[in-house]
């Protein structure tokens, strides 16, 4: 089945909670230019909230409901503020039950393998993505290590809170978010991999944190000067206005978002678990929205924080960095020499793109196990 998400020409209502079914089909476009159109025919739901989909998606069982049947959810870092129900950034309507967070303590959710009383893989996606990208890694990883891979807050199944109802995106916020979840895990020695753009929000918690880390291993992050801007595949989702609408299209916020970094050919039944969050919710693509603007603003100071960081005579941790050349949004030049520059290990994968856990999922496993058995 092809995937079809829609960017409809006029707002479509907000929906409270509804589980009405019915057999639907409908026809959309990924982008204003009709680049990609795409066509489903089969049992959906109505989803709640604000979606300029329309919020369908499959009735059937799915590997979405599998992979959630894999993990637990975890409560980790304080909801702030007590505003009420939280409401849209356009219209200030309240949004459905399905757009709500939790007013106490955020929920994420966490997949783990293996044994508990191995040594801890913490395995963080990048954005966007989901935990979902490390599903070859795990399997790989579990047989000698307790391996855990989450979604951070605003993708996949963990909590989506609207800005400023109790978590606003922001990439102080995503930190001290992170080291409340690592404490809720009970994780006290640990290694920790990161791919991407949130690389220099880990090198940052990790910096305060070297005593509990035996291995950081950073999967293509923003690490030189050059790559302190978004690619236009990520910053249109700050754009005014039309942020908020590409937000709410699936086909932009995730099969676009990760096929177009690299060699990845996103198979159809892994395309709707990634799409599954903006399809059920608008507040998938408002929590989108918010990040995009918070790192095309901020990514700067964070990237040149990682660079100082990892350059200080202070960083004691063994670290790693794998590349996955075939990347189309940060560029390879400089990388080597920067490694060599801090006598930092470099790994190199030829075949690899930007998302390296999707495009090589089983190689990768294999050269962290590696990495941390020295």
Known sequence: MSAQVSIATAFSPYRLARSRRQSFRFKCRSSVDGEEEYLIDAPVSIGDGFSFSGGKYSDGKSPSDEWFAKGKMIKAYPVYGGKGRAKDPIFGLTM??????????????????????????????????????????????????????????????????????GFDYTLDEFVSSLESLIDALGQDKFSLVVQGYFAPIVVKYASCHQEKLKNLILINPPIMEKHIKLPSTLSIFSSFL???????????????????????????????????????SGSSGFALNAISRTMSKDLKVYVESMRTILASESWKTDTTICWG???????????????????????????????????????????????IDK
Request: aromatic share 12%; glycine share 8%.
């Open 325 to 371: 050349l075939r990347d189309r949004w940060l560029g390879y030049d400089g990388v080597e020499d920067y490694c060599k520059s801090l006598n930092h290990r470099l790994v190199e994968l030829p075949m690899a793109g930007h998302h390296v856990q999707e495009d090589s999922g089983e190689e990768l496993g294999k050269i962290i196990a590696r990495i």
């Open 242 to 280: 039309l942020g908020e609408i590409f937000s709410q299209d699936p086909l932009r916020a995730s099969d676009k978002a990760l096929t177009s970094c690299g060699p990845y050919k996103m198979k159809e039944e892994d395309a709707m678990v990634y799409r599954r969050p903006y399809l059920t």
């Open 96 to 165: 459905g039950a399905g757009s709500q967070s939790a007013d106490d303590v955020f929920r994420w959710f966490c997949v783990e393998s293996g044994n508990s009383s191995n040594h801890s893989v913490i395995l963080i996606h990048g954005f966007p993505s989901q935990a979902y990208s490390f599903r070859k890694v795990l399997p790989v990883l579990c047989e000698d290590y307790h391996a855990i891979a989450f979604d951070w807050l605003g993708f996949g199944f963990s909590e989506k809170p609207q800005p400023k109802y």
